[in-house]
């Protein structure tokens, strides 16, 4: 199987003194952006689920660890408001 991605990544040696297009890099900076904001959504939901009724300060503490890693840094006031909503068990989700 040959796709785009071999070719502009590993490609046969004839192939590898190419680079790839400004919009193919596009493309997959784009797909990665948007796999990451997925996984960050059900990393969210399944905090949501598992948190709910933990003290705030708590929840606050594990959504921060949970979602750094994933490249997500929220404004302190909005992971509050996460958390807040989360220990209330009412519904979040990332804007």
């Known amino acids: 199987m040959h796709s785009w991605r ?4 590993n490609g046969p040696p004839e192939a590898t003194s190419r680079q790839c297009s400004p919009s193919a890099h596009r ?5 990665i952006k948007q796999q990451r904001r997925r996984y960050a959504r059900a990393v969210l939901g399944g905090l949501a689920r598992t948190q709910e009724g933990q003290p705030t300060a708590h929840v606050h503490r594990v959504l921060r660890q949970a979602l ?4 997500v840094r929220l404004p302190a006031e909005t992971l509050r408001q996460l958390a807040a909503d989360i220990t ?3 519904p979040v989700d990332l804007a």
């Open 88 to 90: 209330a068990g009412r």
């Open 68 to 71: 750094t890693p994933l490249g």
């Open 6 to 9: 071999t070719s502009c990544v």
């Open 27 to 31: 493309s997959v900076a784009s797909q």
